[in-house]
């Protein structure tokens, strides 16, 4: 453990480049090295024994624990103000692995209904075949939370500030409805990054991430990231006996008993990670370590850059709305100055007056901006939902999920700002035509 391992010893910035990392013990490399070793030599057999019983902490195998992916553990539950934390290959997998392990077939939690529309499908299709259930309520109303709550609810699951349509709700009006349940808050943090939102400081219990956007902020490597706060009492009720019942994979062993503040990460990593292995490969962990030493440098300039964009969009004549929490228009500005003084990231979606067709060839007649389906690069992206990634949905549906017809999605980069308008400013005039 260094001195950087306490959140408040050092400033973010220090943080974000040295929490976690140390010069190589074995060469002084000075930067983290990339392990790629499936597996570790014990040092005799009482030491493996007491490896697989949990006893020591070390590394046996890399599905389980990596030197490189523990540095990015480590790092982020640094930056985040957590305990501990469990990577994984992606952001889908992390939510996966949380979910394991708080839920049993048949039980139920509640979700907002702004979320990442991938995550609207991971919990409203796929995990129905496991025996779990979800239902959304709206985060500008966080007493519908409340309603939505059942006998055998488990979990209340936020987005800090939403993908893509950037709505923040009272946070933590909604972290006191789960505390009142005694059930944990789970918020997904990707769009806003530990640099411009600590959830832990507002109630939350388990902050999750897909380190592809912004952690890594290059669009080079995907991941995810489960971090737990310390704070939730596992044994206030009988509700999650992942954590508080004997496991006989572990000769009875009991994770909340055993491991305590960090029990929540033990298990997702000795059994959800171990027994459904979508590890984080250690070279996407090394290039989202070398990220996240510019994390705090990118986001102000992405906010910046946001932020200018937004502005000019609202002004725009074929732009007939924008959803930004920064803009004074947002029904989130309110949410956004309690909670985010230092911005709120830079996704967020508009609407064109011309509908379907504009929305079609706005992102043809992009040249700077890339069309694809991702978001938080050094790159500015656009896309338009209801041609792309809500395709499948009837109008409806795409109006539902804030992907209607006439929606487009962008992702504001870091380049010159001057130059992201004169793109977007060029492919609006090509509207006319
Ligand atoms: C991208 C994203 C995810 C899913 O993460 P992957 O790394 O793509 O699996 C989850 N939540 C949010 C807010 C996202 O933007």
């Not at 994979?249 to 960090?262: K, V």
């Amino acid at each position: 453990m260094t001195d950087f391992d306490t959140k408040n010893a050092f400033g973010f910035e220090t943080r974000a480049i040295h929490a976690g990392a140390a010069p190589d013990a074995a060469t002084g490399a000075r930067n983290t090295p990339i392990h790629h070793s499936t597996s570790y030599v014990f040092d005799d057999v009482d030491h493996a024994a007491s490896l697989f019983n949990l006893q020591t902490f070390g590394f046996i195998y890399s599905r389980l624990t990596n030197p490189t992916v523990a540095v990015l553990e480590e790092r982020i539950a640094n930056l985040e103000g957590g305990r501990a934390a469990c990577a994984a290959g992606s952001g889908h997998a992390a939510q996966f692995l949380a979910f394991f392990t708080l839920l049993e077939p048949g039980d139920h939690f509640v979700a907002s209904r702004n979320l990442y529309g991938g995550s609207i499908t991971q919990f409203g299709v796929s995990f129905k075949k496991l025996g779990w259930h979800c239902d959304f309520a709206d985060p500008l109303n966080p007493e519908t939370f409340r309603a939505a709550l059942k006998e055998n609810s488990k979990a209340i699951f936020i987005e800090s500030v939403s993908n893509p349509s950037s709505v923040i709700g009272d946070i933590e009006a909604i972290a006191d409805i789960a505390r009142d349940s005694g059930i944990p808050l789970i918020v997904d943090n990707t769009m806003a990054t530990p640099y411009l939102f600590n959830p832990i400081d507002h109630g939350a219990d388990i902050v999750i991430h897909s380190t592809t956007k912004y952690l890594n902020g290059h669009g080079n490597s995907m991941g995810g990231i489960i971090v737990e706060s310390g704070k939730f009492d596992w044994a206030q009720n009988d509700k999650f006996p992942s954590m508080t019942a004997p496991d006989d994979a572990y000769h009875g062993l009991t994770f909340y008993e055993t491991f305590g503040d960090f029990g929540f990460t033990m298990r997702i990593r000795a059994v959800a990670l171990r027994d459904f292995g979508p590890a984080l490969s250690p070279t996407n962990a090394f290039m989202t370590l070398t990220g996240i030493e510019t994390l705090p440098l990118r986001m102000n300039r992405h906010v910046a850059n946001a932020e200018t964009v937004a502005a000019w969009l609202e002004d725009h004549p074929a732009v007939a709305w924008v959803s930004y929490a920064g803009l004074r228009s947002s029904n989130s500005y309110k949410s956004k100055n309690k909670y985010f003084s230092k911005g709120c990231g830079s996704v967020f979606t508009f609407g064109l007056k011309g509908g379907y067709d504009a929305g079609t060839r706005l992102v043809e007649g992009c040249t700077l901006l890339s069309h694809l389906a991702n978001v938080g690069d050094t790159r500015s992206l656009i896309l338009h939902p209801a041609s792309t990634t809500h395709r499948q949905l009837t109008e409806d549906q795409q109006i539902a999920a804030d992907a209607g017809p006439d929606v487009v999605r962008i992702s504001v980069g870091i380049e010159t700002v001057e130059d992201i308008i004169a793109d977007l400013d060029q492919a609006l005039r090509g509207l006319r035509d």
